[in-house]
């Protein structure tokens, strides 16, 4: 049996996306070989980057959840040696970097997540535009300055809310 990447993180098995990414935040900092120099950090690192990569993928998540408290072992599984094979070589090349070079890379920047009042923020600044063509409608009485609003807020405001109903929804907790 593998280790328990929840104990790891310090997470609840019901953990959204966004708990699982800061949590491995929170722990690379903590036992990146940079900042840590007990002998079992690089192992720790390395054990770090193999829970976030089988929590943050629902296909292999899934699997590590239906096998965790049973008899069967989840590395008999092709896909699932993979993305532990994987985690193990990539945290080793992170793990000779520096730390601030480690947070430089596109992997760890992919960690990041918007909080949800950013995407309600969204939302409101797209309703609002999505009203303004109307009021200047009813004060330009349909001249030209009018009729660009239209063709200019309407769009962008639809965008907007568009994007953060997007945003909003990838954030939703993993079930």
């Known amino acids: 049996m593998t280790a328990n990447y929840f104990e790891l993180l ?9 708990d699982i990414k800061h949590a491995y935040r929170q722990k690379t900092k903590e036992f990146h070989p940079t900042n840590n120099k007990d002998p079992k950090a690089i192992e720790n690192f390395v054990l770090v980057n193999e829970a976030y990569e ?7 998540r899934e699997l590590y959840l239906e096998d965790m408290n049973t008899y069967h072992d989840p590395k008999e599984y092709k896909i699932y ?17 520096s730390y601030e070079g480690f947070t430089h890379t596109k992997f ?3 960690t990041h997540s918007t909080p949800y009042f950013v995407f309600w923020i969204g939302i409101f600044i797209g309703i609002f535009l999505l009203v ?15 009729i660009l609003m ?10 907007l809310i568009i994007q953060s109903l997007t945003g909003l929804q990838t954030m939703r907790r993993f079930h």
């Open 54 to 60: 089988i929590l943050i993928h629902h296909n292999t």
């Open 81 to 97: 040696s993979y993305w532990i094979n994987e985690a193990h070589e990539r945290a080793r090349e992170f793990a000779a970097m």
């Open 132 to 146: 303004i063509p109307y009021i200047l409608l009813m004060n330009y009485q349909f001249t030209v300055v009018g």
């Open 108 to 110: 760890y920047k992919d």
């Open 150 to 159: 239209i063709f200019i807020l309407l769009p962008l405001g639809v965008f």
């Open 10 to 18: 310090g997470i609840a098995i019901d953990a959204s996306d966004k």
